[in-house]
């Protein structure tokens, strides 16, 4: 496959996925197994991309934050969404100090997908009925902030879906706390992919020796193209569906992965090494 065809499908596959919550992590997985993969670079690139799309979809926060921002109720947003940033940049830091590093296996993510599809289910049935505060809390700022160091140790989860869940719990609406989980994330992924583009950029780290940039360039305008137009139809069905279809999605990804795996004998439990013999004691002894 060439490699600008890969470059338009995983820009496809992200820009769907980045902050709908159902894991880009699980489904890049997928796609990688019958496309070229890609360096680190490129897929932190591309995400950039995603997020910084859609942007223009929260014209009226953004009004709010740059020209009523002396309004205490403008203040209360910002430093609510400011502190669930600090909160995953400090704990990510904290991770990254104690040489935390995400695990390779498929198993983890595929149940991380499971489990978040059951709880979305679980959830949405336990609020049948019930509408939702549109209110962000200090409570809700810090349980995001949690949510989206969950996200990141265990891959398959997904941050939107974590913070989502989390935030839902905490009686916020819908809408509300989809733009909530949107906005504290806009931020913190811009940040960590400005992280990794100095270090592969500034020789750190040799994942620029040998990039193309042209393909580079064709996965960046799919994966903001198609993440603009996900995350707008987002916002317009949360207004009245609940995320019971997303829970269905999240167990049927996960079933297919685990599937995969069966096929691929990868479930199979390792043999459990016998234990070393012991030595009969000498009756003379």
């Given at each position: 496959?060439?490699?600008?065809?890969?470059?338009?499908?995983?820009?496809?596959?992200?820009?769907?996925?980045?902050?709908?919550?159902?894991?880009?992590?699980?489904?890049?997985?997928?796609?990688?197994?019958w496309v070229p993969r890609q360096s680190d670079l490129f897929n932190i690139v591309i995400q950039a991309s995603a997020v910084i799309a859609i942007l223009p979809l929260f014209p009226e926060r953004l009004n709010q934050?740059?020209?009523?921002?002396?309004?205490?109720?403008?203040?209360?947003?910002?430093?609510?969404?400011?502190?669930?940033?600090?909160?995953?940049?400090?704990?990510?830091?904290?991770?990254?100090?104690?040489?935390?590093a995400l695990p390779e296996k498929t198993l983890p993510i595929a149940l991380a997908l499971l489990i978040g599809g059951i709880l979305f289910l679980a959830i949405e049935r336990h609020l049948q009925g019930h509408r939702g505060t549109e209110q962000i809390t200090w409570t809700i700022a810090w349980a995001v902030g949690a949510g989206q160091l969950l996200a990141a140790v265990f891959p398959g989860?997904?941050?939107?879906?974590?913070?989502?869940?989390?935030?839902?719990?905490?009686?916020?609406?819908?809408?509300?706390?989809?733009?909530f989980s949107f906005l504290v994330g806009i931020p913190t992924m811009l940040a960590a992919s400005a992280l990794k583009i100095f270090e592969a950029l500034g020789g750190v780290d040799d994942g620029a020796t040998g990039e193309d940039w042209g393909v580079l360039l064709i996965g960046c305008v799919a994966s903001a193209i198609v993440s603009f137009v996900a995350v707008r139809w987002l916002l317009r069905y949360v207004q009245t569906h609940t995320f019971?279809?997303?829970?269905?999605?999240?167990?049927?990804?996960?079933s297919v992965i685990l599937a995969l795996l069966a096929w691929q004998g990868e479930l199979a439990p390792e043999e459990v090494p016998a234990p070393p013999a012991i030595p009969e004691l000498n009756a003379a002894e």
């Open positions: 496959m060439p490699d600008w065809i890969a470059a338009i499908l995983l820009g496809i596959v992200e820009g769907i996925t980045e902050f709908l919550p159902i894991s880009s992590t699980g489904h890049l997985l997928l796609v990688q197994q934050f740059l020209h009523r921002w002396r309004e205490p109720a403008t203040r209360d947003y910002l430093a609510k969404l400011i502190a669930a940033f600090v909160i995953t940049g400090v704990g990510g830091l904290g991770l990254d100090r104690l040489g935390f989860a997904s941050r939107s879906g974590t913070t989502i869940l989390l935030t839902l719990l905490l009686g916020l609406s819908r809408p509300a706390a989809t733009e019971v279809a997303f829970g269905w999605y999240r167990i049927a990804l996960a």
